[in-house]
């Protein structure tokens, strides 16, 4: 956004893949989503919730360039 000093992802923790291309088709969300073709890392199992410990849904995080 802006001069690119801001990037918004959205981290997808749904289980469906039919309901995330759905939803996203029809929400025409400004940012890119990430969401998991493997169904062994959808949901809390997803690498990211992981990594930042996500226990719920939803959460919103401000994240620099380094990953902290």
Same mark, same amino acid.
């Given at each position: !956004? /802006? #001069? /690119? $000093? =801001? &990037? @918004? =992802? /959205?981290?997808?923790? #749904?289980? +469906?893949?039919?309901?995330? #291309? *759905?939803? =996203?088709?029809?929400? #025409?969300?400004?940012?890119? &989503? @990430? !969401? !998991? ?5 959808? /949901?809390?199992?997803?690498?990211? $919730?992981?990594?930042? %410990?996500? &226990? &719920? *849904? ?5 994240? +620099?360039?380094? %990953?902290?």
């Amino acid at each position: !956004f /802006g #001069d /690119g $000093a =801001l &990037t @918004i =992802l /959205g981290v997808n923790l #749904d289980q +469906d893949e039919a309901v995330v #291309d *759905s939803y =996203l088709e029809q929400a #025409d969300l400004p940012w890119r &989503t @990430i !969401f !998991f073709a493997n169904p062994d890392q959808r /949901g809390l199992r997803n690498p990211l $919730a992981r990594a930042y %410990g996500v &226990t &719920t *849904s939803p959460q919103y995080w401000v994240v +620099d360039a380094q %990953g902290k």
